[in-house]
């Protein structure tokens, strides 16, 4: 089992649409959960970043977190074309002498117009 | 801001030859990580700097692969000898206080093709 999983997709939803996208990962002890949106050739860019059970909203996009469920989800409302993108959940493990950062494989998300 | 730089942004090399990109972190960031993306693998973190000294380096996967980060402000990832399945975009990223809550900033990534 991958330590952080994504659907690849591609997940195509109209503009206007809400796209959910989902990560679920496998250590609970797990504390910090991120998105990142990745364009084609261009580096990750984080989208939000979450720490608590609940929901957490920023304009468009709201993050998901259920530790029980070990689940984080990322919801984008009125879906733009410039919301096509990758999309990456990546989440924080504790090691030995500090965290490590593991990304999921992505989601690519088309937004059609 | 410049953000997080890297160089070169492109290299083309023969297999068996040593490559070295660079990675200046963003100022007054005290956490540098370097990763490595392929269509095959996705972004693999390889290894994370805290105040210039190595955290984790447990995602190197040979010895082939090297990195250090003399100073604040510059680290370098070796690879010698470097082979094609090396191949892929390599990334540095930065963060003021280190991976456990802050926010990662990536450079523009490095495009590495070894024949």
């Known amino acids: 089992q991958k330590e952080v999983e994504q659907n690849s997709g591609p997940l195509s939803v109209p503009e206007g649409a809400i796209a959910s996208l989902n990560c679920t990962y496998s250590?609970?002890?797990?504390?910090?959960f991120f998105w990142y949106r990745q364009y084609s050739g261009k580096s990750p860019e984080l989208i939000m970043f979450?720490?608590?059970?609940g929901d957490k909203e920023d304009g468009r996009f709201t993050a998901q977190l259920n530790k029980a469920s070990q689940y984080v989800s990322l919801l984008i409302r009125d879906s733009q074309p410039s919301d096509s993108a990758t999309y990456l959940c990546?989440?924080?493990?504790?090691?030995?002498?500090?965290?490590?950062?593991?990304f999921g494989a992505g989601t690519r998300l088309f937004v059609k117009a | 801001d410049a953000g997080v730089i890297q160089s070169p942004r492109h290299e083309v090399t023969e297999m068996g030859q040593e490559v070295t990109l660079r990675c200046k972190p963003i100022?007054?960031?005290?956490?540098l990580f370097w990763y490595r993306q392929t269509m095959m693998r996705g972004l693999e973190l390889l290894i994370y700097?805290?105040?210039?000294?190595?955290?984790?380096d447990s995602g190197m996967p040979e010895d082939r692969f090297s990195a250090k980060m003399p100073n604040a402000s510059f680290s370098t990832l070796k690879i010698q000898p470097s082979e094609p399945r090396d191949s892929a975009v390599y990334f540095c990223?930065?963060?003021?206080?280190?991976?456990?809550?802050?926010?990662?900033?990536f450079g523009p990534g490095t495009r590495l093709t070894v024949l």
């Open positions: 990223a930065s963060s003021l206080r280190g991976p456990s809550t802050d926010t990662q900033y």
């Open positions: 250590d609970r002890g797990s504390q910090s």
């Open positions: 979450i720490y608590s059970n």
């Open positions: 990546a989440v924080n493990e504790e090691r030995t002498g500090g965290f490590k950062t593991i």
């Open positions: 100022s007054g960031h005290n956490s």
């Open positions: 700097f805290n105040n210039n000294v190595p955290i984790d």
